[in-house]
Protein backbone atom coordinates (compact mmCIF):
# COMPACT_ATOMS: atom_id res chain seq x y z
CA UNK A 1 0.00 0.00 0.00
CA UNK A 2 1.22 3.55 -0.97
CA UNK A 3 0.88 5.44 2.64
CA UNK A 4 0.31 9.20 2.67
CA UNK A 5 1.95 11.07 5.06
CA UNK A 6 0.91 15.24 5.82
CA UNK A 7 2.14 17.79 7.63
CA UNK A 8 1.76 19.66 9.63
CA UNK A 9 -1.62 17.21 11.75
CA UNK A 10 -3.03 20.74 13.25
CA UNK A 11 -2.06 24.30 11.95
CA UNK A 12 -3.72 27.64 14.18
CA UNK A 13 -3.55 30.54 11.40
CA UNK A 14 -5.19 34.10 11.14
CA UNK A 15 -7.50 34.91 8.38
CA UNK A 16 -5.19 36.48 5.41
CA UNK A 17 -2.57 34.48 6.41
CA UNK A 18 -1.19 32.11 3.40
CA UNK A 19 -0.87 28.40 4.56
CA UNK A 20 1.39 25.62 3.16
CA UNK A 21 0.29 21.79 3.84
CA UNK A 22 2.68 19.03 2.47
CA UNK A 23 2.07 15.30 1.51
CA UNK A 24 4.53 12.70 1.04
CA UNK A 25 3.81 9.45 -0.48
CA UNK A 26 5.79 6.42 0.68
CA UNK A 27 6.20 5.79 -3.17
CA UNK A 28 6.01 8.02 -6.44
CA UNK A 29 2.59 8.53 -7.41
CA UNK A 30 3.03 10.48 -10.29
CA UNK A 31 0.93 13.58 -10.57
CA UNK A 32 -2.43 11.17 -8.85
CA UNK A 33 -2.62 13.80 -6.39
CA UNK A 34 -6.18 14.94 -4.85
CA UNK A 35 -6.91 17.53 -2.09
CA UNK A 36 -10.53 17.52 -0.05
CA UNK A 37 -11.66 20.30 2.13
CA UNK A 38 -13.82 18.72 4.95
CA UNK A 39 -15.84 20.84 7.22
CA UNK A 40 -17.72 19.72 10.50
CA UNK A 41 -20.60 17.25 10.07
CA UNK A 42 -19.87 17.32 6.60
CA UNK A 43 -18.42 15.18 3.54
CA UNK A 44 -15.40 16.18 2.33
CA UNK A 45 -15.28 18.52 -1.01
CA UNK A 46 -13.09 17.63 -3.86
CA UNK A 47 -10.67 20.88 -4.09
CA UNK A 48 -8.03 19.92 -6.45
CA UNK A 49 -6.61 17.19 -8.48
CA UNK A 50 -4.15 16.06 -10.37
CA UNK A 51 -2.38 17.58 -7.95
CA UNK A 52 -2.23 21.22 -9.21
CA UNK A 53 -5.79 20.86 -10.96
CA UNK A 54 -8.95 23.10 -9.49
CA UNK A 55 -11.93 21.28 -9.65
CA UNK A 56 -15.04 23.49 -10.82
CA UNK A 57 -16.10 26.21 -8.64
CA UNK A 58 -13.07 26.09 -6.24
CA UNK A 59 -11.78 29.60 -5.65
CA UNK A 60 -8.65 30.55 -6.92
CA UNK A 61 -6.65 31.36 -3.37
CA UNK A 62 -6.19 27.26 -3.42
CA UNK A 63 -3.08 26.06 -5.64
CA UNK A 64 -1.42 22.65 -5.48
CA UNK A 65 1.84 21.61 -6.55
CA UNK A 66 4.08 18.83 -7.10
CA UNK A 67 4.67 15.61 -8.51
CA UNK A 68 6.07 12.15 -7.52
CA UNK A 69 6.29 11.58 -3.72
CA UNK A 70 5.81 15.17 -2.35
CA UNK A 71 3.36 17.96 -2.92
CA UNK A 72 1.84 21.18 -0.92
CA UNK A 73 -1.21 22.65 -1.15
CA UNK A 74 -1.42 26.33 -0.77
CA UNK A 75 -4.07 28.48 0.16
CA UNK A 76 -3.12 32.32 -0.41
CA UNK A 77 -5.17 34.34 2.18
CA UNK A 78 -7.16 32.52 4.37
CA UNK A 79 -10.92 33.39 4.54
CA UNK A 80 -13.46 32.24 7.32
CA UNK A 81 -14.83 29.54 5.25
CA UNK A 82 -11.47 27.89 5.19
CA UNK A 83 -10.80 26.55 8.68
CA UNK A 84 -11.53 23.08 8.08
CA UNK A 85 -9.45 19.41 7.87
CA UNK A 86 -7.43 18.84 4.56
CA UNK A 87 -6.60 15.32 3.04
CA UNK A 88 -4.69 14.48 0.47
CA UNK A 89 -5.51 11.33 -1.45
CA UNK A 90 -3.31 9.38 -3.77
CA UNK A 91 -5.66 7.75 -6.45
CA UNK A 92 -2.62 6.29 -8.48
CA UNK A 93 -2.86 2.62 -7.50
CA UNK A 94 -5.65 0.77 -5.09
CA UNK A 95 -5.93 0.56 -2.50
CA UNK A 96 -6.97 4.34 -2.35
CA UNK A 97 -5.22 5.72 0.91
CA UNK A 98 -5.16 9.20 2.19
CA UNK A 99 -3.58 11.23 4.53
CA UNK A 100 -3.87 11.46 8.00
CA UNK A 101 -5.59 14.86 7.81
CA UNK A 102 -4.14 18.33 8.61
CA UNK A 103 -6.92 20.72 10.92
CA UNK A 104 -6.56 24.23 10.24
CA UNK A 105 -7.79 26.52 13.04
CA UNK A 106 -8.15 30.06 13.81
CA UNK A 107 -5.30 31.48 15.45
CA UNK B 1 -31.88 16.36 -6.16
CA UNK B 2 -29.10 14.65 -4.33
CA UNK B 3 -27.05 13.39 -6.64
CA UNK B 4 -25.59 10.36 -4.37
CA UNK B 5 -27.69 9.32 -1.23
CA UNK B 6 -26.70 6.36 0.94
CA UNK B 7 -29.42 4.59 2.76
CA UNK B 8 -29.20 1.60 5.44
CA UNK B 9 -29.92 0.77 8.75
CA UNK B 10 -27.42 2.78 11.41
CA UNK B 11 -27.71 -0.16 14.09
CA UNK B 12 -26.06 -3.24 13.26
CA UNK B 13 -25.04 -6.40 15.76
CA UNK B 14 -21.67 -7.48 15.97
CA UNK B 15 -21.29 -10.52 13.37
CA UNK B 16 -23.98 -9.54 11.40
CA UNK B 17 -24.01 -7.90 8.06
CA UNK B 18 -23.77 -4.08 7.31
CA UNK B 19 -25.71 -3.34 3.84
CA UNK B 20 -26.04 -0.03 2.51
CA UNK B 21 -27.10 1.22 -0.76
CA UNK B 22 -25.87 4.94 -2.78
CA UNK B 23 -28.67 5.52 -4.90
CA UNK B 24 -27.20 7.75 -7.76
CA UNK B 25 -29.53 11.11 -9.20
CA UNK B 26 -28.83 12.73 -12.06
CA UNK B 27 -26.28 10.25 -13.64
CA UNK B 28 -26.21 7.10 -15.26
CA UNK B 29 -24.11 4.45 -13.27
CA UNK B 30 -23.70 2.53 -16.42
CA UNK B 31 -21.88 5.80 -17.93
CA UNK B 32 -18.27 6.87 -17.54
CA UNK B 33 -17.57 7.35 -14.00
CA UNK B 34 -16.96 4.64 -11.21
CA UNK B 35 -18.31 4.61 -7.84
CA UNK B 36 -16.85 4.09 -4.57
CA UNK B 37 -17.38 3.45 -0.94
CA UNK B 38 -15.28 5.31 1.84
CA UNK B 39 -15.46 5.39 5.22
CA UNK B 40 -14.79 7.78 8.77
CA UNK B 41 -14.52 6.38 12.09
CA UNK B 42 -15.65 8.91 14.75
CA UNK B 43 -13.46 11.67 15.22
CA UNK B 44 -10.75 9.64 12.64
CA UNK B 45 -9.78 10.34 9.20
CA UNK B 46 -10.68 8.78 5.81
CA UNK B 47 -10.86 5.35 4.76
CA UNK B 48 -11.25 3.99 0.99
CA UNK B 49 -13.55 0.72 1.10
CA UNK B 50 -13.79 -0.29 -2.15
CA UNK B 51 -14.59 1.35 -5.86
CA UNK B 52 -17.21 -0.65 -8.75
CA UNK B 53 -16.88 0.47 -12.43
CA UNK B 54 -19.15 0.70 -14.76
CA UNK B 55 -17.55 -2.30 -16.33
CA UNK B 56 -18.27 -4.27 -13.31
CA UNK B 57 -14.82 -4.44 -12.04
CA UNK B 58 -14.44 -4.34 -8.32
CA UNK B 59 -11.51 -3.30 -6.07
CA UNK B 60 -11.09 -3.49 -2.37
CA UNK B 61 -9.26 -2.28 0.77
CA UNK B 62 -7.04 -5.61 0.99
CA UNK B 63 -7.98 -4.85 5.09
CA UNK B 64 -11.95 -5.68 4.21
CA UNK B 65 -11.87 -7.82 0.94
CA UNK B 66 -12.60 -10.95 2.16
CA UNK B 67 -15.73 -9.05 4.68
CA UNK B 68 -16.73 -6.84 1.45
CA UNK B 69 -18.79 -7.32 -1.71
CA UNK B 70 -19.42 -3.96 -4.03
CA UNK B 71 -22.08 -4.70 -6.77
CA UNK B 72 -24.41 -2.66 -8.99
CA UNK B 73 -28.14 -2.12 -9.96
CA UNK B 74 -28.55 -0.75 -13.13
CA UNK B 75 -31.97 -1.44 -13.21
CA UNK B 76 -32.16 1.01 -10.11
CA UNK B 77 -29.45 3.44 -10.57
CA UNK B 78 -27.80 2.60 -7.43
CA UNK B 79 -24.68 0.73 -6.08
CA UNK B 80 -24.37 -1.56 -2.66
CA UNK B 81 -22.04 -2.71 -0.01
CA UNK B 82 -22.16 -5.66 2.13
CA UNK B 83 -19.92 -5.79 5.25
CA UNK B 84 -20.06 -9.40 6.80
CA UNK B 85 -18.82 -10.06 10.19
CA UNK B 86 -19.10 -6.59 11.96
CA UNK B 87 -17.71 -6.13 14.94
CA UNK B 88 -17.15 -2.54 16.91
CA UNK B 89 -14.17 -1.86 14.43
CA UNK B 90 -16.56 -1.03 11.67
CA UNK B 91 -18.54 1.58 13.48
CA UNK B 92 -18.10 4.76 10.90
CA UNK B 93 -19.69 7.36 8.71
CA UNK B 94 -20.10 5.63 5.43
CA UNK B 95 -20.10 7.76 2.70
CA UNK B 96 -20.70 6.79 -0.94
CA UNK B 97 -18.57 8.89 -4.49
CA UNK B 98 -18.48 9.46 -7.99
CA UNK B 99 -14.84 8.98 -9.22
CA UNK B 100 -14.09 11.04 -12.73
CA UNK B 101 -11.71 9.67 -15.02
CA UNK B 102 -11.48 13.09 -16.04
CA UNK B 103 -10.37 14.18 -12.66
CA UNK B 104 -7.34 11.49 -12.30
CA UNK B 105 -9.67 9.11 -10.41
CA UNK B 106 -10.62 11.82 -7.69
CA UNK B 107 -13.97 11.10 -5.90
CA UNK B 108 -15.46 14.51 -7.24
CA UNK B 109 -19.32 14.19 -5.65
CA UNK B 110 -20.07 12.42 -2.55
CA UNK B 111 -23.23 11.45 -0.52
CA UNK B 112 -24.07 12.85 2.44
CA UNK B 113 -22.79 10.07 4.46
CA UNK B 114 -24.77 7.80 6.73
CA UNK B 115 -23.58 6.49 10.32
CA UNK B 116 -23.41 3.10 11.08
CA UNK B 117 -22.78 2.19 14.68
CA UNK B 118 -21.99 -1.73 15.30
CA UNK B 119 -23.69 -2.81 18.78
CA UNK B 120 -25.35 -5.26 20.37
Known amino acids: DIQMTQSPSSLSASVGDRVTITCRAS??????LNWYQQKPGKAPNLLIY???TLHSGVPSRFSGSGSGTDFTLTISSLQPEDFATYYC?????????FGQGTRLEIK | QVPLQESGPGLVRPSETLSLTCTVS?????????WGWIRQPPGKGLEWIGS???????YSNPSLESRLTISVDTSKNHFSLKLSSVTAADTALYYC?????????????WGQGTMVTVSS
Open chain 2, 97 to 109: ARGGFGSYHAFDI
Open chain 2, 26 to 34: GYSINSVYY
Open chain 2, 52 to 58: IYHSGST
Open chain 1, 27 to 32: QSIRSY
Open chain 1, 50 to 52: AAS
Open chain 1, 89 to 97: QQSYSTPRT
